[in-house]
């Protein structure tokens, strides 16, 4: 009795997520509001074998953010009141670094004045809204031109200023803003700070659980207004610009790409958004200081960049979550975690290429050299690959075809003998033995490069020379040598003793 067949699924096909619509249904793709691109990067095709519509999935990284998101706001109701606090500030920070990496991964401007722009964008809807009587929804445009404001002021240096010089600015403008609102008389009686400032979350509802869960949605929703921003302007025509001139600024502006307004636009497009969140901050915790401007806030913002990786919405929020679940999570270890944090980010960086977010590409990397190797190491038996050019073969049947005809050689080696020689000088052209034919189609079969051949001379209708063809269309073929055959089967055993010879040789 047959026992059944038992199938296993291999590679990465029976991991994807496919659906097949019926044939007659017309594909729609809904995008992004002013985009062109889509919520979720669906490919149709036909299946080869079944030819049945499928549609694939391409990209899976908006399906785990909307999985992650979704976890994040079901599971926040559901915790306690120190941790929906905690959450609420990861979503704050994180849509700050965000923005943020748009600036230095997109745009390449290694600016420091992430937090000045969001303290000043706080403190200026703070002071209308204490002193003037501002209503709480209008806070928010105020913050946001007043970081629009202050990111045209920053920007026009960039064009000038690059790298470690304007990294020095605008650590030194933070800085700047800081002692000036610690020393500015009309705030003196509170140390620099602004207290009772109206908010969205009603007093009573302030610090009680319902004010936490109201607090952590509205930066939740920040959270992903930024992360939409952040699609918008890396994914469409200005991400693109910029783009190309991070590659090679000198081609960029050959082919007349304004790069330097590129990045203007993209400074000045984060420069509102984080004047928002600052706004955002100050309603928040109702009351805003000069803490915000200060260094060691900044260096726990640059290392939650170094830790999740830079250039990538994911690695944003990902080192954003590492250093706030230790920074405002462990707080019964004190100092020492500040520690922890300087450890994980050296580590990430001797280790890690491009934090934590990178990991997952470098993991590849190094299985397929891995892989590579082992096969490299399997062809060093017959030696017709080396181990270091097995290594570069992108199609690995050409190292299959490459051991198929090692063993047809060391086969036809054994083939040569002196009485086959004898039995094509007889009869080059006439019936041959089995073993002679053999040989006679492999040599055919060969490539073109350095395949030998007869030339009739035009000094005589009976004078030949042995010629060996080079291989590439337009070049001429090469001489042999210079000998000369007055008989035509006399040159045809010639040509079969120079390729006996190669073939010994091989």
Known sequence: MARDKKFYLIGQRPRELLFYPPGSAPLRRRRLPGTRRHLLKWRSRANPKSLRQERRLADKRPLWWTIGLGALLVATPFLSNSMITIAAIFCMFAAINVLWTLVIGTAGIFSLATLAIVGIGGYAAAVLNVWLGLPWPLMFAAGGLAGLFVGGFLALPSTRLDGLYYALLTMGFAEICRVFVVQLKALGPTNGSINNVGSFIPKDWFLQRPGLLLGFGGAFLL???????????????????????????????????????????VFLITSGGLGVIGAFYAMFYMSISPSIFSLDQLL?????????GLGRSEGAVIGTAVVVLIDKGMLELGPPRILLIAAIMLVVTLFANNGLVGIREQFRNYRNRKRSEARARRTEKGGEVMPEEAIEFTDKQEIYYRRFQKRLRDHLKTLITDELIEEHRKSPLGKHSDALNRVLNYFRRGEMADKYAIMRQPDGFHRYKIIAFSGERGAPPRLVDDRIYEDINEAYHAVFLLRVNDLLES
């Not at 190309?244 to 203007?264: K, L, N, S």
Request: charged share 25%.
């Open 223 to 265: 959270l992903l207004l930024s992360l939409l921003i952040f699609r918008i302007v890396n994914s469409e025509r200005l991400g693109m610009l910029l783009q190309t001139a991070r590659e090679e600024e000198a081609y960029a502006e050959a082919v007349g790409i304004d790069y330097r307004r590129a990045r203007m636009y």
């Open 300 to 308: 726990l913002l640059f290392a939650m960049i170094v830790i999740g």
